[in-house]
């Protein structure tokens, strides 16, 4: 990184999946996470939110909640041995003048299962 210059969140996501213990069923799902005071006050084009965050003009944020716009669908087995596995990811990097992003990367934030069909259902385990 040169002087001046700073990294910033590029995007978040959350990754998704059933897991049997050995291996997860089918390829996790990734789903883009937004703040959600930005879905709150209307959402911002990609150009715009490019343009504020360039000049360091982030709206201050009053939560700290992320949240997924879209539906969420995996193949769900009713096993206990059979658990929800996520992470959330921060793709980092350094915006430049012209709006291109050089010095990427993907960072895990934290991890969690979750297991719907134990004998305690509201069991969640979360790292990081």
Do not use: C
């Not at 709150?40 to 992320?66: D, I, V, W």
């Not at 206990?80 to 990097?93: M, N």
């Amino acid at each position: 990184l040169k002087t001046g210059q700073r990294m910033e969140v590029i995007e978040r996501r959350l990754r998704v999946g059933v897991h049997n213990g050995l291996a997860y069923i089918s390829s996790p799902l990734t789903v883009h996470l937004v703040p959600q005071e930005e879905l709150m006050t209307g959402t911002q084009s990609l150009r715009r939110k490019a343009r504020s965050s360039s000049k360091g003009q982030n709206p201050p944020s009053s939560t700290h909640s992320l949240v997924v716009r879209s539906r969420i669908s995996l193949p769900i087995v009713k096993d206990p041995r059979f658990a929800l596995v996520f992470s959330i990811d921060f793709l980092l990097g350094v915006r430049k003048g012209d709006g291109t992003i050089s010095h990427s990367q993907s960072v895990m934030i934290g991890w969690g299962i979750a297991l719907p069909f134990s004998s305690d259902p509201t069991a969640f385990y979360l790292t990081g």
